[in-house]
């Protein structure tokens, strides 16, 4: 699996970017995006299952929307509001799917992802 990310740039705070990830093949069952910044660990960001159930990090909840285009495998990553605190370089991953009892999980540790893009930068000024 190739995963190609698109879309970063820099803005200023208060605007919005669109990052896209193609994959070569079909993914796994869960995709996410990562983000990682000088010096700071990576974090999880977003995830998304193979049935749309989305996942957010507390600090991008009600700014970023993650979807998904399976048919042309394709994730995405709407951010809106950008701060930033936003600023790093941001990857997609993908992953197997968890099963807890009987629900489906998608974490969102770096473990738990097989597969990574080479990232995309977002710059955000204040």
């Known amino acids: 699996v190739q995963l190609a990310e698109s879309g970063g740039g820099a803005v200023q705070s208060g605007g919005s970017l669109t990052l896209s990830c193609a994959a070569s093949?079909?993914?796994?069952?869960?995709m996410a995006w990562f983000r990682q910044a000088p010096g700071k660990e990576r974090e999880g960001v977003a995830t998304?299952?193979?049935?749309?159930?989305?996942t957010y990090a507390d600090s991008v909840k009600g700014r970023f929307t993650i979807s998904q285009d399976n048919g042309a495998n394709t994730l995405y990553l709407q951010m809106n509001n950008l701060k930033p605190e936003d600023t790093a370089m941001y990857y997609c991953?993908?992953?197997?799917?968890?099963?807890?009892?009987?629900?489906?999980?998608?974490?969102?540790?770096?473990?738990?992802?097989?597969?990574w893009g080479q990232g995309t930068q977002v710059t955000v000024s204040s």
């Open positions: 991953a993908t992953g197997p799917v968890h099963w807890v009892g009987i629900a489906r999980r998608c974490y969102n540790t770096t473990s738990d992802f097989n597969y």
């Open positions: 093949v079909d993914t796994f069952n869960c």
């Open positions: 998304i299952s193979d049935y749309g159930t989305a």
